[in-house]
C-alpha cells in the first residue's frame, strides 16, 4: 500500500509569488489534514477535510492560504502571495474511520520563502 | 486552550541503554488521547505509541512504554534497549477526545542514539 506523497519535496520561491503544493493521501482515507512546522516550533494544524468538505480550517492563517480538495481524493494547498513568513515544512496527514487511533504523514514539503 | 511542552530539544543515549524522553500538557478537557510520534532523518512521521486518557493503565509497544501520570499532566516516552534505528525527531502530540480531529504538537525532542 503506497503511503502519503507530498509534491514537490522542496520548493524555493520570491516573496509574492504563488506556490501550490499537492497531497496524495492514502488511497480510501476520507480525512485529509494539513499541518505546517516553522523552524524550530512546534507543528501546527491547518485544516482537516472529510472528502471533499472541510470539517475545521481553525488553523489556515490568513486569507493568502487556499485548500482543495475536489472529488475527495488528492488535495492542493496554495499560498497567494507568498510572504517570508510562510517558510516551514508543510505536511500532509491522513486517515481513515476512527482518526483518533492514527492519522499518517506524508514526507512533507519544504517552503522556502526568499 | 490546550498546550503541549517539551522541555528536552536535544538527548542522546548509549546503544542498548535506556532514555525517558518528557511531555507536559495542559488541557481543561477530561477525555483526550496522547500520542508519541517518530521522524527519522529524512522520512516520513510515523505513530511509536498511543494512550487514552481514560485509561490508567500505560501503554507499551515493544521497547517502547510511557509513563502517563494525569493529574500531574505528564506523558513522559520510556525507550528501552535503544537502537541505532531509534535516532529521530520525537514530537508529542495531544487531542481532543470529541469534536476535532487535530493534533496538538510539542516542539519536539531530537534524540540521537551512539553506537
Known amino acids: 500500500e503506497a503511503g502519503v506523497t507530498q509534491f514537490p519535496s522542496h520548493s524555493v520561491i520570491e516573496k509574492g509569488q504563488t506556490v501550490t503544493l499537492r497531497c496524495d493521501p492514502i488511497?480510501?482515507?476520507?480525512?485529509l489534514y494539513w499541518y505546517r512546522r516553522v523552524m524550530g516550533k512546534e507543528i501546527k494544524f491547518l485544516l482537516h477535510?472529510?472528502?471533499?468538505?472541510?470539517?475545521?480550517e481553525s488553523g489556515m492563517p490568513n486569507n493568502r492560504f487556499l485548500a482543495e480538495r475536489t472529488g475527495g481524493t488528492y488535495s492542493t494547498l496554495k499560498v497567494q502571495p507568498a510572504e517570508l513568513e510562510d517558510s516551514g515544512v508543510y505536511f500532509c496527514?491522513?486517515?481513515?474511520?476512527?482518526?483518533?487511533?492514527?492519522?499518517?504523514f506524508g514526507p512533507g514539503t519544504r517552503l522556502t520563502v526568499t | 486552550a490546550q498546550t503541549v511542552t517539551q522541555s528536552q530539544p536535544e538527548m542522546s543515549v548509549q546503544e542498548a541503554e535506556t532514555v525517558t524522553l518528557s511531555c507536559t500538557y495542559d488541557?481543561?478537557?477530561?477525555?483526550?488521547?496522547l500520542f508519541w510520534y517518530k521522524q527519522p532523518p529524512s522520512r516520513q512521521m510515523i505513530l511509536v505509541i498511543r494512550?487514552?486518557?481514560?485509561?490508567?493503565q500505560n501503554a507499551t509497544e515493544n521497547r517502547f512504554s510511557v509513563n502517563f501520570q494525569k493529574a500531574a499532566k505528564s506523558f513522559s516516552l520510556k525507550i528501552s534497549d535503544s537502537q541505532l534505528g531509534d535516532t529521530a525527531m520525537y514530537f508529542c502530540?495531544?487531542?481532543?477526545?470529541?469534536?476535532?480531529?487535530?493534533?496538538?504538537f510539542g516542539t519536539g525532542t531530537r534524540l540521537k542514539v551512539l553506537a
Open positions: 502530540a495531544f487531542m481532543k477526545g470529541a469534536g476535532t480531529y487535530k493534533y496538538i
Open positions: 488511497s480510501g482515507h476520507d480525512n
Open positions: 494512550q487514552e486518557a481514560y485509561k490508567q
Open positions: 477535510f472529510v472528502k471533499e468538505s472541510k470539517q475545521d
Open positions: 496527514a491522513s486517515s481513515f474511520g476512527q482518526p483518533r487511533l492514527e492519522q499518517y
Open positions: 488541557t481543561s478537557e477530561n477525555n483526550y488521547y
